[in-house]
């Protein structure tokens, strides 16, 4: 009788190896699928594709149990949630500092986003998320923005108190890690992006990972309402909250490829920006009056910039415009006069409560115990001071030493000017 690769890593799992060795045969097997014939759709081929190698080799590399291949990051982060059982009277708190889409994800799945400050790294402020816990808060979504990791071990401490789910977005840091282990693997799941502008980039694309079986198969189920995911697709459910009306966020064999490629050169990626930010931040320790940007687990930061704090937002001002003079390729966060969705304060759809229907769910939802939250622009003054003094400048992979010289003498200047 043949068998195929999948059920052999099906049988591995049952057994209780330790994680390493079940890693390894993972390893093995999956380096041993067999080449597919094209095929375009991931469910039906002759053999396992692209997609399934994709899932197979994030799974591996990130050190999650499960992992699911979808067609964005905004997907990945409704499938988690659904799949998380999060929905109507709950809220989810949500960092004031994110693409638009970590706060939309949790409307669209019926929730509550409410809005938490950043602290000087960017991420979720363990101390405001204490503050903005209520007896709805079913979730808390950390976002590692820029590459930078959240604070995961106060976060997780917190989700532990509370009985709360963690849902992490890693859009912007996919490799990154806490710890020495994968950001998207300390919460009940991990979503991640692969969007033109990503760190593994297929256009469109993202994933989902989590150790949870029930939260994978839910995930599954949300992703592909047809349920070509099931072997035996219309067989009855096989446990309570398996089966339900979902969406279509299958991911195609063409973009599983492109993602695949671009994974197998994530390693040699975050090495050299790893490398380079290091080597730029040692030159610029150094410079007085440089206030640098502290990193939870600086060893883990999947480094795409580096972050300093001026003094005032008009000082932050003139740094950039020196150093544009200079050529260095830095850039501001937050600007009054400049509209731009990874800040709360643009989000109308959620400080106006914007619905697609006149009913206003989820806001109106009689399954809302709690008191609405008063979103308004002013809601967390913190999160503007920082990014309003922040300066931004971006990480090149393909620096060499010499030209880090020059960026970290063009930042001296720049911070001594104006
Ligand atoms: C932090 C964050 N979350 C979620 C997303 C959504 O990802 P996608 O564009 O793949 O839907 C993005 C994309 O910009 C992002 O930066």
Not at 51 to 65: H, M, N, P, T, Y
Not at 346 to 357: A, D
Not at 377 to 386: H, N, V
């Given at each position: 009788?043949?068998?195929?690769?999948?059920?052999?890593?099906?049988i591995v799992d049952l057994w209780n190896l330790k994680p390493k060795i079940r890693e390894k045969i993972h390893q093995l097997l999956a380096e041993n699928l067999p080449e597919s014939p094209p095929h375009l759709f991931r469910y039906y081929g002759p053999e396992p594709g692209k997609?399934?190698?994709?899932?197979?080799?994030?799974?591996?590399?990130?050190?999650?149990?499960y992992a699911l291949a979808v067609n964005s990051g905004t997907s990945a982060l409704i499938a988690a949630l659904v799949a998380c059982g999060i929905g109507p009277g709950d809220e989810v708190i949500v960092p004031a500092y994110t693409f638009f889409a970590t706060a939309s994800a949790?409307?669209?799945a019926r929730a509550i986003p409410v809005i938490a400050e950043v602290d000087e790294t960017l991420t979720l402020d363990p101390e405001d998320v204490r503050r903005k816990l209520t007896s709805q808060t079913k979730a808390i979504m950390p976002v590692h923005m820029r590459g930078l990791p959240a604070d995961m071990d106060a976060l997780m401490e917190i989700a532990r108190e509370s009985g709360l789910k963690i849902i992490e977005d890693v859009a912007q840091a996919c490799g990154g890690r806490y710890r020495g282990r994968w950001l998207g693997t300390f919460g009940d799941a991990g979503c991640?992006?692969?969007d033109f502008y990503k760190i593994v980039a297929s256009g469109e694309g993202g994933m989902v990972v989590t150790d949870d079986e029930e939260v994978y198969i839910r995930a599954q189920s949300y992703h592909d309402t047809a349920?070509?995911?099931?072997?035996?697709?219309?067989?009855?459910?096989?446990?309570?909250?398996?089966?339900?009306?979902?969406?279509?966020?299958?991911?195609?064999e063409v973009h599983g490829a492109i993602a695949l490629a671009q994974l197998r050169k994530l390693d040699g990626y975050l090495e050299r920006c790893r490398k380079n930010k290091k080597l730029l931040t040692e030159r610029l320790e150094s410079l007085r009056g440089v206030q640098l940007q502290p990193v939870n687990d600086p060893d883990g930061d999947a480094a795409q910039c580096l972050i300093l704090?001026?003094?005032t937002a008009e000082r932050a001002r003139e740094m950039i415009d020196n150093l544009h003079l200079e050529g260095v390729p830095a850039g501001g966060i937050y600007d009054k006069t400049v509209r731009d969705w990874h800040i709360y304060t643009?989000?109308?759809?959620?400080?106006?409560?914007?619905?697609?229907?006149p009913e206003g769910c989820p806001y109106t939802c009689p399954h809302y115990q709690g008191r609405l939250p008063e979103y308004h622009?002013?809601?967390?003054?913190?999160?503007?001071?920082?990014l309003s003094r922040t300066v931004h400048i971006a990480i090149s992979p393909d620096w060499e030493e010499d030209r880090i010289e020059d960026v970290a003498g063009k930042i001296a200047r720049a911070l001594k000017g104006g």
């Open positions: 009788m043949h068998m195929g690769n999948e059920e052999l890593m099906e997609v399934v190698q994709l899932e197979r080799e994030f799974a591996l590399k990130s050190g999650a149990r949790a409307v669209v991640f992006s692969f349920a070509c995911w099931r072997p035996d697709r219309y067989a009855r459910e096989k446990m309570p909250g398996e089966l339900f009306c979902g969406e279509n966020y299958r991911m195609s704090f001026a003094p643009y989000w109308e759809h959620i400080l106006e409560r914007k619905t697609p229907t622009p002013e809601m967390c003054p913190r999160t503007l001071d920082l």
